[in-house]
């Protein structure tokens, strides 16, 4: 093999084991040399998205990659170094704020981070007051390991986000200047959104930053909290901002879905939040004789009625299943029933009963509907039961009354 041959071939095994910068970086030739462990900067670097896309040390921290002296590439044109905490952000934006620049290697990537996190409450912080304690692109992106939001291995992908912004906001010691909570994680995974996210792993389920923003991190305030459920909540907030308590709320200066919702530590709704009982959310601001518990106690009785109806008719349904009737028809029907108990439990935002009734009326003919039809099944089973049974009789008699026939058939030959 000649020499030529030799160096291509060298090349192309060089380039499938992932060492793309052995020749053309000395930055990377050399930080291999003498960076030991997993998280040395050479090895983590493999796997960064950068690195993936070609792009080499220098791209970032500037200075000449073909020098082997560091002393030399100190001096070249254009090095960086390290940034400090406060550069960081400019630091990165010097690329992703380049749309010209950025869309040879992914169009679909925003480049406006850099301007949202200016006004977050980190940026303003960490650019405004200097406070180096606060977020920055690589307290959540990592740094020379940094992965696509998509790669569950990322720092960010849906499922990392809370541990991700729990390990500084969990951490007592490190958030004792700041005077904000820092239950906030622990209160998440065991909310509805949470065991969602980090338990059932729909990355669907809302993280930190789907409702206070990533780049643009702020806490919700009053008059944007509503808006932040309403993304997903759509119907819910919809009905609720038609309804009586939007203006109570908005002059009270009270938080909306989080008063009765609570933020990190949602719960599933139970029947008894709406009603007059003591355990009832109702009663914290309403009085005996006043009209909203009256309402409150209206909605609580259709919201029972639907309740108890579909769970009438599914017992039935599984009643008769194990009988061994076919009830592949009830089961869809019953969807329909289970439709109406979720749309009546959206209409309580509307704080209105005949709101409330209009679709539970519905729901409870169709359960009723239900309900007969599973009970028709089961007298079925029954009616066959005995029809076999009366059968089994007849053919048993039959046969008794042949077999002594015969008896005495025989008995007369012998005779």
Known sequence: MSQVKYILFSLAILSLIGTPYAFADQCYECHQLWEEGDEAPSVRFKHDVHFQAGLGCSDCHGGNPE?????????????????????????????HSDPTYMIKFNPSLPTDQLEKYRTSIHGERLLGKGDTKVANCVSCHSVHNIRSPQVPASTVYPMNIPSTCAA??????????????????????????????????????????????NHGATPPGVTSISAVCGTCHVLESERFSHSPHKEAFDAADIPECEFCHSNHLVKKPQLYWV???????????????????????????????????????????????????????????????????????AMIHTFNVDSVKAVVEPGLETARQTEDAALGKIDDYYFRRK??????????????????????????KAG
């Open 67 to 95: 020098l082997d002296d560091m002393d030399e590439v100190r001096a070249s044109k254009g090095y960086k170094g390290v940034p400090t905490e406060r550069e960081i952000p400019e630091f990165c934006g010097s690329c």
């Open 168 to 213: 500084c906001h969990a951490d007592k010691d490190y958030m004792s200047g700041y005077h904000i909570p820092t239950d906030q994680y622990s209160d998440y995974i065991k909310s509805v959104h949470g065991v969602a996210l980090l338990e059932k792993k729909d990355v669907s389920a809302p993280a930190c930053n789907d409702c206070h923003g």
């Open 275 to 345: 009603g007059t009982s003591d355990s009832a959310l109702c009663v914290q601001c309403h009085s005996e004789g006043e009209p909203g518990l009256e309402t409150a106690a209206g909605i609580h009785e259709a919201l029972a009625s639907m309740n108890q109806a579909y769970d009438t008719a599914s017992a039935l349904i599984e009643r008769a299943d194990n009988m061994g009737m076919m009830v592949t028809d009830l089961k869809f029907q019953l969807k329909d029933v289970n439709q109406a108990v979720i749309k009546s439990r």
């Open 387 to 412: 029809g076999l049974g009366v059968a089994t009789l007849i053919i048993t008699i039959l046969a008794v009354g042949l077999f002594l026939k015969i008896r005495s058939m025989e008995k007369r």
